[in-house]
């Protein structure tokens, strides 16, 4: 059976209605965020400067309706709402982040959700199922879930079922964190991803799973290959950070569109940009 093509290169809109949920950044992350890597201290002034860049950024995009939620001490991950969370078309998946420390993060995230923004909330019932939306890969078409260090198959199997109108495929994932550690969508139909063995190992995977054909954006850099899409912008790397990748969006997105946002401080605990919200398309 042929591929369904999605070969354009295109910026405009796509979502219905769409909102974004984030979080402030909590002083206890500095010393207490989860990390792959200690040798680097957080600079945290520096860290809470450049997540709110991000969040002025969110602000200014029109019909973007933006919740945002007071950082809590306790919970030092909490800026990282992504892996609390999977929204689509009116249904937002509860999920069971796999570290302990991270669990009660869900709750305001549930609450925002349900009240605000009208979701119909789905649980996980599987008690041994770990699920961390970082693995979560939505195409607009379908999903593909990271089988990782921090999300399993029966996490996959949950989000199966939440979601029973859109396939589901899962993908290995080696030598990162999360599955979006090394791609995301950069705009509709197009999927940005590393150069590194690992990232081409998951691209070959959805490309052999997947009954669409994807535009590809291949970036010498696996972390630049995170960016957030939303409402026809670009949210992406900084020159500074990733030069030769950064000079790829500049070639092949167009200079309005393009947000650069410095991501270094936070990419010491592992975060990334897509990290920082939860994309939702709120029911009409």
Do not use: W
């Amino acid at each position: 059976m042929s591929k369904a093509k999605i070969t354009e290169f295109r910026t405009e809109p796509f979502e219905c209605n769409t909102a974004l949920v984030c979080r402030g950044l909590a002083s206890s992350l500095k010393d207490q965020a989860l990390r792959s890597n200690f040798d680097e201290e957080v600079d945290l002034d520096l860290a809470k400067s450049q997540h709110n860049e991000y969040l002025t950024a969110l602000r200014k995009i029109n019909n973007l309706a933006l919740s945002e939620i007071e950082p809590r001490e306790d919970l030092p991950d909490s800026v990282f709402v992504e892996d609390c969370a999977v929204a689509v078309g009116g249904v937002a998946l509860i999920t069971r982040p796999c570290a302990p420390s991270r669990q009660n993060e869900v709750d305001e995230i549930r609450r925002i959700l349900r009240d605000d923004l009208r979701q119909q909330i789905y649980e996980i019932e599987d008690p041994n199922a770990t699920l961390d939306g970082g693995d979560v890969l939505f195409t607009g078409e379908e999903f593909f879930v990271g089988i990782s260090k921090r999300t399993n198959s029966q996490g996959a199997n949950a989000l199966a079922k939440a979601f029973p109108n859109y396939p589901v495929s899962s993908i290995k994932v080696a030598d990162h964190l999360h599955l979006k550690s090394m791609m995301s969508m950069a705009a509709p139909g197009i999927l940005a991803v590393g150069s590194s063995p690992a990232a081409q190992s998951a691209l070959k995977q959805i490309l052999e799973k997947s009954d669409y054909d994807y535009c590809t954006l291949t970036l010498p850099d696996d972390a630049a290959a995170n960016c957030v899409y939303v409402r026809g912008y670009l949210l992406h790397c900084t020159k500074q950070e990733y030069p030769n990748s950064y000079k790829i969006f500049e070639e092949r997105f167009p200079n309005d569109v393009r947000i650069p946002i410095p991501n270094s401080e936070l990419h010491k605990v592992d975060g990334a940009l897509t990290c920082r919200c939860i994309l939702v398309q709120k029911p009409l």
